[in-house]
Nanobody, 123 residues
């Protein structure tokens, strides 16, 4: 499975962006997909996750109420809608997928990773 993250860019505080994570290759499994982010000098941070059906979602406390994860399995794509962006949301955002994710907050639970897309929020 190959993951391609896109949609990052520069936005002012209070603005919105929508990230996409497109999967290709062996996409027939029931993959849980998560979004993580990382800034220089900090550990990778869990942001959001969606089950294969998209019905079950979880968010970190720092983005809850502002970010929404969704997926279109027909297009093999997962989205992260980010609203009310803050400067502290600035990071490289990565999507990841796995078939047997037990603890969605741990990056080690995921099998495949995208290359990352940079989100910069100016104040």
């Amino acid at each position: 499975v190959q993951l391609q993250a896109s949609g990052g860019g520069l936005v002012q505080a209070g603005g919105s962006l929508r990230l996409s994570c497109a999967a290709s290759g062996r996409t027939g499994g029931r993959y849980t997909v998560g979004w993580f982010r990382q800034t220089p000098g900090k550990e990778r941070e869990f942001v959001a996750v969606a089950s294969w059906s998209g019905i079950t979602t979880y968010y970190s406390d720092s983005v809850k109420g502002r970010f929404t994860i969704s997926r279109d399995n027909g297009k093999n794509t997962v989205y992260l809608q980010m609203n009310s962006l803050k400067p502290e949301d600035t990071a490289v955002y990565y999507c990841a997928s796995g078939e047997q994710v037990l603890d969605y907050r741990l990056g080690s639970e995921y099998d495949y990773w995208g290359q990352g897309t940079l989100v910069t929020v100016s104040s």
